[in-house]
């Protein structure tokens, strides 16, 4: 069984910096492709970014230079740096994970709430 908790949102001002964590329980995670997404409050959920075992990062291009996703394979975890919040960063953030072969991302977390206020 596979399990992801996020952790680290809150109530941040505009500006200010958030680190979300995430942790995968099981000995799969080595095998997956991680990645974060943004929910705001009514929209759809967007990929924000994804990065492979070795490393490999990309981003949707809205985020470049906002986001800065990295991992740490001895713990299981994966983790979202942002920077700079705007008050549009607002919503929920989700941890998800899918199969180096699998093109459906299959494993999510219960989301993280992240706020910021202008």
């Known amino acids: 069984q596979v399990h992801l908790v996020e952790s680290g949102g809150g109530l941040v001002q505009a500006g200010g910096s958030l680190r979300l964590s995430c942790v995968v329980s099981?000995?799969?995670?080595?095998?997956?492709?991680m990645g974060w997404y943004h929910q705001a409050p009514g929209k759809q959920r967007d990929l924000v970014a994804t990065?492979?075992?070795?490393?490999?990062?990309n981003y949707a291009d809205f985020e470049k230079g906002h986001f800065i996703i990295d991992r740490d394979n001895a713990k299981n975890m994966v983790f979202l740096q942002v920077d700079t919040l705007q008050p549009e960063d607002t919503g929920v953030y989700y941890c998800?994970?899918?199969?180096?072969?699998?093109?459906?991302?299959?494993?999510w977390g219960q989301g993280t709430q992240v706020t910021v206020s202008s």
């Open positions: 099981g000995s799969i995670f080595s095998d997956l492709i």
């Open positions: 998800a994970g899918r199969l180096l072969w699998d093109s459906n991302w299959s494993y």
């Open positions: 990065i492979t075992r070795s490393g490999a990062t």
